[in-house]
C-alpha cells in the first residue's frame, strides 16, 4: 500500500486544475488541423483500473478517456523528466511540488469523464520516455465539486491509484507500433493490480 500523507494535496491541485481549465478550453483550444502524429488509443476508466493502455506507445500517440464506470475519473499522464533516476515509487511519495520538479504532466491537464462520459480532448505523448498514468479522484466522488463547492462536502475516500488506477508505460520512439496491453486484464479482474 502506497502512502496517502501527500495525496490530499494532489487531489485538490488536481481539482484545481480541472475547475481552472474548464473556462479556458475555447479560448485556449489548440488548433485541430495538426493530425495526431500517431495512433489514436481510448484508455477505458472503470472501479478502479484503466483499460486499454498498452505497455508502450509511440511518441504521437494520442489517449483519451472513456469512462465506463461509475464514479468521476480522471487519466492524468506524467512523464519522467529527462535524468530523473527516481522510481514512480519513490516519485509517488513526494509533495506534489517537490514531484513536479522531477516530472511533467502530459497535456499540462488532466482529463476527466463522469460516469458513462468520453472526456473532452485528448492527451499527446510527446516523445519517448517513461510514463505514468493515474487517477486520484477520492473513492466516492461522482461528479466533479462545483468551484465554489463547500470542501467538507467532498468525498474523502483514498484516491483511485491507490485503489488500482495507476499504469506505467513507456514512449517508444514515433513511428513504432503500440506494444501489448498488461497481463493483468482489468476487465477480468478489476482489483488486480499486481506489482510489476
Ligand atoms: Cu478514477
Known amino acids: ?7 490530499l494535496s494532489i487531489v485538490s491541485t488536481a481539482l484545481i486544475v480541472a475547475a481552472t481549465s474548464v473556462p479556458g478550453l475555447a479560448q485556449d483550444a489548440s488548433p485541430s488541423d495538426t493530425p495526431p502524429a500517431g495512433p489514436a488509443i481510448t484508455v477505458i476508466g472503470g472501479e478502479y483500473f484503466f483499460g486499454g493502455l498498452p505497455t508502450t506507445v509511440p511518441a504521437g500517440t494520442s489517449l483519451s478517456l472513456d469512462n465506463q464506470g461509475e464514479e468521476l475519473h480522471e487519466l492524468i499522464v506524467a512523464r519522467k523528466n529527462d535524468g530523473v533516476t527516481q522510481s514512480w515509487e519513490e516519485l509517488l511519495q513526494l509533495s506534489d511540488e517537490e514531484a513536479f520538479q522531477y516530472v511533467t504532466l502530459v497535456g499540462g491537464r488532466p482529463l476527466f469523464a463522469g460516469p458513462g462520459e468520453i472526456a473532452e480532448g485528448t492527451l499527446v505523448i510527446p516523445s519517448e520516455g517513461e510514463y505514468i498514468a493515474l487517477c486520484f479522484i477520492p473513492q466516492g466522488m461522482t461528479e466533479m465539486p462545483a468551484e465554489d463547492a463547500d470542501p467538507s462536502t467532498i468525498p474523502g475516500g483514498p484516491p483511485h491509484f491507490v485503489l488500482g488506477m495507476i499504469q506505467t508505460f513507456t514512449g517508444t520512439a514515433e ?16 482489483e488486480g493490480s499486481p506489482a510489476p
Open 175 to 190: 513511428g513504432t507500433e503500440p506494444g501489448p496491453l498488461p497481463s493483468a486484464m482489468p476487465s477480468e479482474m478489476p
Open 1 to 7: 500500500m502506497r502512502t496517502r500523507r501527500s495525496l
